[in-house]
């Protein structure tokens, strides 16, 4: 089974840049497609985006498509989520998870019996005004 480790997480201006990097160990990365989500403090986890198992495609969630993007290197058992021009209201521990199915992650936040099977342990971007 694939596992997950992000980094990249840290303090950023707002108006500022930051990449998160999420780690998988496993020779299976390559089946798996791969989301990123989110969860600020006292709110629910949010779907960020996807990337399909073949890096070719991304999903995003209407709210991220503009500032965020989603990349994979299969060769390097990476994904990366850029984030672009951040406010403050996108601080939150970050999340990447892995599922063979792409639909189960778009769904993950708002189907209860879609479950990844994958989950990092996440982390803290936080962005200062």
Same mark, same amino acid.
């Given at each position: 089974q694939?596992q997950?480790?992000?980094s990249g997480g840290g ?10 990097s999420?780690a998988?160990s ?5 089946t798996?497609?791969?989301?990123w989500?989110?969860?600020a403090?006292? *709110?629910?986890?949010e779907?960020? /985006?996807?990337i399909i198992k073949?890096g @070719?495609?991304t999903?995003?969630? +209407? ?5 965020f993007? @989603?990349?994979?290197?299969?060769? *390097?058992?990476a994904?990366y ?5 951040l *406010?403050?209201? +996108?601080t939150?521990? #970050? #999340?990447?998870?892995? +599922?063979?199915?792409l639909? !189960?992650l778009?769904?993950?936040?708002t189907?209860k019996d ?5 989950? /990092?342990?996440? !982390?803290?971007?936080?962005v200062?005004?």
């Amino acid at each position: 089974q694939v596992q997950l480790v992000e980094s990249g997480g840290g303090v950023v201006q707002a108006g500022g840049s930051l990449r998160l990097s999420c780690a998988a160990s496993g020779r299976t990365f390559s089946t798996y497609a791969v989301g990123w989500f989110r969860q600020a403090p006292g *709110k629910e986890r949010e779907f960020v /985006g996807a990337i399909i198992k073949s890096g @070719i495609s991304t999903y995003y969630a +209407d709210s991220m498509k503009d500032r965020f993007t @989603i990349s994979r290197d299969n060769a *390097k058992n990476a994904v990366y989520l850029q984030m672009d021009s951040l *406010k403050p209201e +996108d601080t939150a521990v #970050y #999340y990447c998870a892995a +599922d063979p199915v792409l639909y !189960t992650l778009v769904v993950a936040t708002t189907d209860k019996d879609s479950n990844p099977e994958v989950w /990092g342990q996440g !982390t803290l971007v936080t962005v200062s005004s």
